[in-house]
Every structure is written in C-alpha cells, then in structure tokens.
C-alpha cells in the first residue's frame, strides 16, 4: 500500500523493510510513514500484556513493585472516555512533574523522558496513548494546558500525533474503515489542528490542514487521489467524518428553513419551552443539570440537562419537560430508519453557561450533524462564533448552523446566566444513497437493503 502526503511519498509493502521516496523537502511538515514493523519480543510482550489488563503487581521473586502503567485512571474516576486506558511510559516523570509544577529540574526530567520515547518509539498504541495523555484527549480536567494552550508538553503531544499519523496501523484505516467511520489520520489531523488553533499557532495549523488535505492512499481496498482521502474543504471544516456530497453552510439562513422544519416549530412552541425551562432552573439538582464537556473549559461553568439522546427520550425530558417533550415527540427522529453516524446525530438538551465561562475552539464529529440553537434567557452579552464569524442569541429566535466547523462560545460579558437550549439535527440532505457501498458507520451497522 502507499499514502501520499503531499511532496512525500511513503510504502508499506507488509512483510519487508519499508521503503520511502521523498519527491521534495518543501513541507514545512513531513510525517515519517515508513520504519520496521519488526517489533522486540519484550515490545511485543508489553504491548500484549498492557492490552490485555496487566495489572502493577509485586515482581515475581524480587518484591519490588513495577513503575505505574497510568497517570491517570478509571478507578480515581479522571477519565471520561468508558472504552480507553491510557497504558504509557514516563509515569514517575509525568506525577512528579504534576505534583510541583513550579520545579524546574522535574520539568526537564518529565520533558526528557517524553522526548526520548517520541523519538525512538514505533508502537502504535504507545504513539495512541501518548497524544491522548498529552493532549488531555481523555481526562475529565485539563491538565498539561491548565496554565497554557501553547507549552512543550502540548507541542510533543501534537509531535506524537503527528507521528501516529504516519504509522502503518494508523494509515491502514484507509483500507480497513469506510467513510462513514472514524479513521486515523482525519482524527488525529482534526486534533492536532485545534491544538494548534487554540495556541495560537494558525501558520502551523494552516501547514498541518494542507499535509492532511492534500493526502492519497493506494491501498489493497481503497484508492484515494491526492486531495481525495480527507476530502476537507476549508480550513475551518475538519470534521473526522465527512460525508460527500451535502450541503456546507456555517449558518443555515431563514430562506432554508423549509429543510429545517424543527427550527419554525421551536420558535412557535417557544412560550412552553420557556416555561418549563425556568421550572426546571429553580430546582436544579432535581432537574439533573450535570457538567457538559468540562474538557472543552478551564474557567466558569457549563451544564446540561439532556432530553434526547440515542434515540430515546430521558426521564427528565418526560419528568420535568413534559410539554416540551410531547412536542419533541412529534418531530424526532427527523429520519426514520437512516442510521446514524455518530451518538450526536439527534440530540435535545438544557444548556446554561455561567458568567465568566469561556469555552475553547472546537468542533463536532462528522458533517451531517447541524446544530440548532433557541435562545431563552440571560443572552445579553453571550457570544457564538462558527469559523470566527461572531453571533448572538435572542430570545424565542432560532439559530441553525453547521456544528461540524470550528466553533466557540463564551460568557465573559454575560449579565447573567445564559440558557438555550440545542438541538443536534441531522443533515436534511441524507438519503439512503449515502450509505451504499458501506457496512457500518461509527456508530451503527448499515441495514443490508441500504448498503
């Protein structure tokens, strides 16, 4: 198989020593696709054992105990990702580092110890769980960006990253993953992005979209042209799923609401909405308002009451809403029987934000997912901005747009608390066409009769 990235050309020939020709030096940003896949029987080992849940116990016939395999884990409840243990080395470094930020010589020896395993490291899972610890990809709290956006900690995160993206495994989700999943490079791509985006750094995001952008692939199942492979189509638009062929607009403007029928109905039925909305904030903690992507924020606060969410109705949408959900009833799902491809397809929810509260770029899965937004309260001073365009809320006025650009959101002129609610809507340009030629999405197999 062969992946182009831009003037590189790198191959995998699956059995022998990989070969790599460079075409050219002009890349501000190569990405190393090619090295042994012979791995050390002691790599392989690990790899084997920390896969399959080995646990830190007492070294056989020594009584010492090995170093931690985690900085942080599920049982002290600092990771939000169910289905993810984050195995990697430089433990002690990391914790001792942590624990006094301010010591100069432990930062160094932290920093040392990551460099040396981005350099020398060919293990994918090592390369996976070293951009997901750096980056905080995983745990609930920032952590290495808790001061800064743009630090060495973030920078070696993104080089890991940008490494797993030239690793064969990585690549090879070009051939082992259709479209409608969530592959590799787009991921990791998209990643590294926004990291860079939120440190400031826009000329090296800019050089990183145009690497991935401009990628091919020559596989066993799939080939992609150069341009073809992660078919983004503006800076600002990075999306790991990308569905071809649908509509790109930041924001959807009243002349195409007839598609998006859900948005006249909220701002008719506002009254209710509004109505049960402040029953439901005089009680907070009965109305189950929880912490909304608290990794997004590092100052204020965010939360969310969800009303619809994997195709069901919550008990606090029938408990609590239920007028509201009555109403939502009538217009969910917007496409029976098309699946989905992500759990954010269709989503209801509360959300208030608190003064102060400022929340960091980002952006949503896949591009069939549009986000729309009703005002009902505290708007004054709340401010949405979708690929650096800027826009406010009004109450009882819809807003829809495309959740699959760069987009935040903040509360730092707020006079009060701001609540909307948001409704996650699919695409109105998905057709059963969509899905032919494939077997699952990321979220859910195809039906037969569609693929």
Same mark, same amino acid.
């Given at each position: 198989?062969?992946?182009?990235?831009?003037?590189? %050309?790198?191959?995998?020939?699956?059995?022998? +020593?990989?070969?790599?020709? /460079?075409?050219? $030096?002009?890349?501000? !940003?190569?990405?190393?696709?090619?090295?042994?896949?012979?791995?050390?029987?002691?790599?392989?080992?690990?790899?084997?054992?920390?896969?399959?849940?080995?646990?830190?116990?007492?070294i056989e016939g020594t009584g010492e105990t090995p170093a931690p395999y985690a900085l942080f884990t599920h049982e002290a409840g600092q990771l939000h990702c169910d289905d993810r243990t984050l195995r990697h080395p430089c433990v002690l470094e990391l914790k001792a580092f942590l624990e006094d930020k301010n010591d100069t010589a432990k930062r160094t020896h932290a920093l040392s110890? %990551?460099?040396?395993?981005?350099?020398?490291? +060919?293990?994918?899972?090592? /390369?996976?769980? $070293?951009?997901?610890? !750096?980056?905080?990809?995983?745990?609930?709290?920032?952590?290495?960006?808790?001061?800064?956006?743009?630090?060495?900690?973030?920078?070696?995160?993104?080089?890991?990253?940008?490494?797993?993206?030239?690793?064969?495994?990585?690549?090879?989700?070009?051939?082992?993953?259709?479209?409608?999943?969530?592959?590799?490079?787009?991921?990791?791509?998209?990643?590294?992005?926004?990291?860079?985006?939120?440190?400031?750094?826009?000329?090296?995001?800019?050089?990183?979209?145009?690497?991935?952008?401009?990628?091919?692939?020559?596989?066993?199942?799939?080939?992609y042209a150069p341009g073809e492979a992660v078919p983004w189509d503006n800076f600002h638009h990075t999306p790991q799923i990308w569905v071809r062929g649908l509509r790109s607009m930041t924001i959807w403007p009243r002349e195409t609401w007839k598609d998006l029928p859900i948005c006249s109905l909220l701002e008719e039925h506002f009254p209710t909405i509004q109505e049960e909305t402040a029953r439901a904030m005089a009680d907070e903690a009965a109305s189950g308002f929880e912490d909304a992507y608290r990794f997004l924020y590092e100052k204020g606060e965010w939360n969310r009451v969800?009303?619809?969410?994997?195709?069901?109705?919550?008990?606090?949408?029938?408990?609590?809403?239920?007028?509201?959900?009555?109403?939502?009833?009538?217009?969910l799902p917007s496409k029976p029987g098309l699946p989905w491809t992500s759990d954010q397809n269709e989503q209801v929810m509360v959300i208030k934000m608190k003064q102060g509260t400022d929340v960091e770029t980002h952006s949503g899965p896949s591009n069939n997912i549009l986000n729309i937004h009703l005002g009902i309260s505290g708007l004054e001073g709340a401010k949405l901005f979708v690929a650096n365009e800027s826009y406010h809320w009004e109450e009882g006025k819809v807003i829809a747009w495309d959740g699959s650009y760069d987009h935040r959101v903040h509360c730092l002129d707020c006079k009060e608390t701001r609540v909307i609610m948001m409704v996650r809507y699919m695409h109105p340009d998905m057709a059963p066409e969509h899905y032919k030629g494939h077997q699952r999405t990321h979220f859910e197999e195809i039906p037969l009769e569609m693929q």
């Open positions: 198989s062969r992946a182009t990235f831009g003037s590189v %050309v790198a191959y995998d020939t699956w059995g022998a +020593q990989p070969r790599a020709k /460079l075409t050219g $030096m002009r890349c501000a !940003l190569v990405l190393y696709a090619f090295w042994s896949q012979r791995a050390a029987a002691f790599d392989l080992l690990k790899t084997i054992g920390s896969f399959f849940g080995a646990k830190d116990e007492t110890c %990551v460099k040396q395993v981005m350099e020398t490291s +060919q293990d994918y899972w090592e /390369l996976k769980n $070293m951009t997901h610890l !750096l980056l905080d990809l995983d745990t609930k709290d920032h952590v290495f960006d808790k001061e800064s956006r743009d630090n060495e900690f973030i920078t070696a995160g993104i080089g890991f990253a940008k490494k797993l993206m030239a690793h064969p495994d990585c690549l090879q989700e070009f051939d082992t993953k259709g479209e409608l999943e969530c592959r590799c490079v787009p991921l990791y791509g998209k990643v590294s992005t926004l990291k860079l985006k939120n440190a400031g750094k826009y000329d090296e995001a800019q050089q990183l979209f145009q690497q991935v952008r401009q990628m091919g692939w020559e596989g066993q199942q799939r080939h969800l009303l619809y969410h994997g195709r069901k109705f919550t008990d606090e949408c029938d408990r609590i809403f239920p007028k509201t959900c009555a109403l939502l009833r009538q217009w």
